[in-house]
């Protein structure tokens, strides 16, 4: 769709630059004042005739989206590290925003997934809850730290002749440590509250290997599966399938494109669950082809976590409940 107004907007803290150029005019308009956006939502109501707009995403991206989303025909957050155009040249917020009404008007952005559903809130908990999970290992590993400065072991106490200020640091990362963990559990029993809302966190539990922590997440990231258009750029966007580097019919590499760390280790994890197990499915998978197809482990194991992304990706497409009979007439083992 061509648009009557491509504007790009360059966002901080104190200050905005907005440039505006038309689908007839090459040159852009610029101007830079104080971040203001009942301002901008003012100068958007003046402009005649459809309005496309772009933002790079960043912190206060979502925010901006919220409030500005109605002030436009179309609202888009690019991934700015897909901009390699703004690295050109010199550097102030008004160059900025001008690249940006220029990529958006020649249709050369990345958009990054925002959308005004209640569902995008659970990325808030669950990046809130890997944080917490962050510093209980952490401070797990500093306790066990301590004990094996005395050559003792994870399920032992210092021992009596250690010094008072060890005795004391020791004690106040077991205090720290048993706090965290009461704040894993708050967050938990929030995660089990979220079942009821949102069905897809039920439907998504009844996978082999996949339990309501590792449910949550997945829902978290996906949010629509809709926006994946194919099988493939799921996969991708889990970092379960390289994409391949060719000219001249000749393949020279394969490598990982950008994708979110959290879905992959999410999959990979309920690969090693699911496979410990022979009777589910994805352990017989898996044994098949160990012992029929000859793959190595590690490569059987992967392959594991690509069906089981896919399984996941048809459940929240189709919102219907996993079923092995249907798993097993809609997936060959072959592919």
């Known amino acids: 769709m061509n648009y009557d107004h491509y504007i790009g907007i360059d966002w901080s803290l104190k200050m905005m630059a907005v440039a505006r150029m038309t689908k007839y005019l090459d040159k852009a308009t610029v101007f830079e004042g104080p971040a203001d956006v009942k301002g901008l939502k003012a100068y958007l109501s003046q402009l005649k005739g459809t309005k496309i707009m772009t933002i790079e995403e960043g912190t206060w991206s979502h925010w901006l989206y919220t409030e500005l989303k109605g002030s436009v025909d179309r609202l888009i957050i690019c991934d700015p590290t897909r901009n390699a155009l703004l690295k050109e040249g010199a550097k102030t917020d008004k160059i900025d925003a001008e690249k940006l009404a220029r990529l958006l008007r020649s249709g050369h952005l990345k958009e990054v997934y925002h959308e005004l559903d209640e569902i995008v809130y659970l990325r808030q908990i669950v990046s809130a809850y890997e944080d917490l999970i962050l510093n209980v290992i952490g401070y797990k590993n500093q306790k066990f730290a301590i004990l094996r400065g005395y050559g003792c072991s994870k399920k032992e106490d210092l021992p009596d002749d250690s010094h008072e200020l060890t005795n004391f640091i020791f004690n106040e990362k077991a205090d720290v440590l048993e706090l965290l963990e009461e704040k894993r559990k708050e967050y938990e029993d929030q995660f089990k ?142 592919d």
Request: hydrophobic letters at 35%; a positive charge.
């Open 193 to 334: 509250l979220l079942t009821k809302k949102h069905p897809e966190i039920k439907l998504l539990q009844d996978v082999p290997g996949f339990g309501l922590i590792n449910s949550v997440k997945i829902l978290s990231r996906v949010v629509d599966a809709k926006r994946f258009e194919t099988k493939g750029a799921f996969l991708s966007y889990c970092g379960l399938i390289k994409l391949e580097h060719s000219s001249g019919g000749k393949i020279y590499y394969r490598k990982n494109g950008r994708y979110c760390k959290m879905m992959k280790n999410v999959f990979k994890t309920a690969a090693m669950v699911s496979i410990i197990s022979p009777k589910n499915q994805f352990g017989e998978t898996y044994h098949y082809l160990m012992k029929v197809k000859k793959y190595p482990a590690y490569q059987a194991r992967h392959a594991i976590a690509r069906i089981i992304a896919t399984t996941c990706f048809g459940i929240l497409k189709s919102k219907k409940k996993y079923k092995r009979k249907e798993f097993e007439k809609n997936y060959s083992i072959e």
